[in-house]
T-cell receptor, first 113, second 112 residues
């Protein structure tokens, strides 16, 4: 089944404790992206990757890191999480950037206390 | 930059037709997308416009006017399961092809 998977689905952590949210897709998509969704603010793009080893900032990259060492995986790293990073995170992929629809993972609900 | 506006909430009756509008200000974009998002779930792709005009997919249609900076999603024969948030989004052009901007979404409630 073609899908985007994220892990973990739910995470409660404390300020400053480094964490990684994994994202994997099995559709051989070149493009992958991370979003956060907060009430009243919609989906905001954090980072995206046009292909392996090619990443770039979205609209809200502060406090996050990403890497794209393999085509299928695009982990999101929070080196020192803070309470304002409490949010619902979605990973998405598409065949390429630009004109293609995105397929979203199920989401990761992160709480930082 | 890109800015997208949608109504926050709409209510409609089962079996009726509803139009959800989206206006945008952007320096250029590759295509305009509509996604559906049920509460607590991931967005799923509904429709896409790159040229002006109407795209029809079953009960859902989407319209784009680039000159007016305007799009709408039309849902016909509304069903209770259509109660969801509808997101309008644009994807960037050329060197911004990786950029993706979403509106805040329109929460549609379908009543019996």
């Amino acid at each position: 089944e073609a899908q985007v998977t994220q892990n973990p689905r739910y995470l409660i952590t404390v300020t400053g404790k480094k964490l990684t949210v994994t994202c994997s897709q099995n559709m051989n998509h070149e493009y992958m992206s991370w979003y956060r969704q907060d009430p009243g603010l919609g989906l905001r793009q954090i980072y995206y990757s046009m292909n392996v080893e090619v990443t770039d900032k979205g609209d809200v990259p502060e406090g996050y890191k990403v890497s794209r060492k393999e085509k299928r995986n695009f982990p999101l790293i929070l080196e020192s999480p803070s309470p304002n990073q409490t949010s619902l995170y979605f990973c998405a992929s598409s065949l390429q950037g630009g004109t293609y629809e995105q397929y979203f993972g199920p989401g990761t609900r992160l709480t930082v206390t | 930059g890109q800015n997208i506006d949608q109504p926050t909430e709409m209510t409609a009756t089962e079996g009726a037709i509803v139009q959800i509008n989206c206006t945008y200000q952007t320096s250029g974009f590759n295509g305009l997308f509509w996604y559906q998002q049920h509460a607590g779930e991931a967005p799923t792709f509904l429709s896409y416009n790159v040229l002006d005009g109407l795209e029809e997919k079953g009960r859902f249609s989407s319209f784009l006017s680039r000159s007016k900076g305007y799009s709408y999603l039309l849902l016909k024969e509304l069903q209770m399961k259509d109660s969801a948030s509808y997101l309008c989004a644009v994807r960037g052009l050329n060197t911004n092809a990786g950029k993706s901007t979403f509106g805040d979404g329109t929460t549609l409630t379908v009543k019996p």
